[in-house]
């Protein structure tokens, strides 16, 4: 039994390309094991909030320091990490905008990066403690970034990559449908990156 996270980035809806690649790995994980439980998370209706100064100061206090009248400023945090906690996979919808994730994803990270909870300081170096994970990431975009002039421009794969890592989850595959706006590409693109898709 799995328990799956789909966490949503786009503004698009329906419509979006991020969302029904998410969609597609998430019922590929659910056929590989059928008693998986899926939970979504729209990151962007509603919103998830970009840290404040009240939020950020309560995030980095320890907890039995914590005044209670900043218990509610970090109750999202609380709750955010405890779903990533709790899920076995982790399907991570990024679209690519302007060239990086939309601000709503680097909110919910924001909010899941705590110290002495996700990830620790050690004599060594940083340590993550998300580990045990399976993460897919779902990235659309209309150009072509995985190859070519394009490349450099990528990130999005590569920042999630070192920012999952950093937290402990290594395990990451990143299931691209890409070219949705060139010519001669975006026919098949979409097809192209669901018959990408490989389960662990």
Request: aromatic share 8%.
């Amino acid at each position: 039994m799995k328990q799956i996270l789909h966490l949503k980035s786009s503004l698009q809806g329906n419509d979006s390309y991020s969302i029904k690649l998410g969609n597609a790995i998430a019922k590929k994980v659910q056929e590989k094991y059928p008693d998986s439980t899926l939970e979504e998370l729209n990151l962007v209706d509603p919103e998830i909030p970009h840290l404040n100064p009240a939020v950020l100061h309560a995030l980095f206090v320890p907890g039995d320091q914590l005044p209670a009248d900043d218990e509610e400023a970090k109750s999202l945090s609380d709750k955010l990490v405890r779903q990533l906690l709790a899920a076995d996979t982790i399907v991570i919808g990024a679209p690519l905008i302007n060239f990086t994730i939309h601000s709503a994803l680097k909110a919910w990270i924001d909010h899941i990066t705590r110290p002495g909870i996700t990830f620790g300081y050690t004599e060594t170096g940083p340590i993550g403690k998300v580990t045990g994970k399976k993460v897919y990431i779902a990235m659309s975009s209309g150009g072509i970034y995985s190859e070519g002039p394009g490349k450099a421009n990528d990130f999005v794969a590569p920042y999630l990559k070192a920012f999952l890592g950093f937290l402990g989850m290594t395990d990451v595959t990143v299931v691209r449908a890409e070219g949705l706006k060139v010519p001669g590409v975006k026919e098949y693109a979409m097809q192209k990156a669901l018959e990408s898709i490989i389960i662990d």
